[in-house]
């Protein structure tokens, strides 16, 4: 069994639909949560993090961490075209190491 | 603006040959990374560094070898590429501080044939 499970997708939504992604974990050492956007032929970049449980929103997107579940979201507000991208999902230990576990990605379509 | 630089965006090298990848930072980020990127199985760690000189293997280390003389440079090496080594290579960096924020070069898309 994977560390960190994400489905695939694709996930093809029309322009202003909300996104939820989603990503199942097993380990529960994990402590930071992330999410990356990678732009097709581009290297993934940060776009959200959360240290243990919660949310966290910036503008149009919001993490969510529920540690009781070993699950984590990303929801994506008003989607828009330029959000077409393939979602990851990270995760990390607090203390001890530096290896950070990715998911498998999400590709995401939004159609205009 | 911060930049992880990987020196080829596309290689095509034959089996057996022996291939040199690229990767500089300039944040002057204590930790380096190297990974491979499949579709289906996301980003697998190949190898990574905490300091010059230093190395620790990462989850599929066979086939691949690293080396890092400098803060800002860590190389990845094949030492006699296999067509299954035919994948999206990225470089990745980070501060011991905030171990947990990668910044990533944009890849090199390497193929064995």
């Known amino acids: 069994q994977k560390e960190v499970e994400q489905d695939p997708g694709p996930l093809s939504v029309p322009e202003g639909a909300i996104v939820s992604l989603n990503c199942t974990y097993s380990?529960?050492?994990?402590?930071?949560f992330m999410w990356y956007r990678q732009y097709s032929r581009k290297g993934p970049e940060l776009l959200m993090y959360?240290?243990?449980?919660g949310n966290k929103e910036d503008g149009r997107f919001t993490a969510q961490v529920d540690k009781s579940s070993k699950y984590i979201s990303l929801f994506i507000r008003d989607s828009q075209p330029s959000d077409s991208a393939t979602y990851l999902c990270?995760?990390?230990?607090?203390?001890?190491?530096?290896?950070?576990?990715f998911g498998a990605g999400t590709r995401l379509f939004v159609k205009a | 603006d911060v930049k992880v630089t990987q020196s080829s965006r596309y290689l095509v090298k034959r089996t057996g040959e022996k291939v040199f990848l690229e990767c500089v930072q300039d944040?002057?980020?204590?930790?380096m990374f190297w990974y491979r990127q499949d579709p289906g199985l996301g980003l697998r760690l190949i190898y990574f560094?905490?300091?010059?000189?230093?190395?620790e293997k990462g989850d599929i280390p066979e086939g691949y070898s690293v080396s890092r003389e400098k803060k800002e440079r860590f190389s990845l090496i094949l030492e006699s590429a296999s067509t299954n080594q035919t994948s999206m290579y990225l470089c990745?960096?980070?501060?011991?501080?905030?171990?947990?924020?990668?910044?990533f070069g944009s890849g090199t898309q390497l193929s064995v044939l």
């Open positions: 990745a960096s980070s501060s011991t501080g905030n171990s947990w924020k990668l910044f």
């Open positions: 380990n529960s050492a994990f402590q930071y």
């Open positions: 959360t240290y243990s449980s």
């Open positions: 990270a995760m990390k230990r607090d203390t001890g190491g530096f290896k950070t576990i």
């Open positions: 944040m002057d980020h204590e930790n």
């Open positions: 560094s905490y300091d010059v000189k230093m190395k």
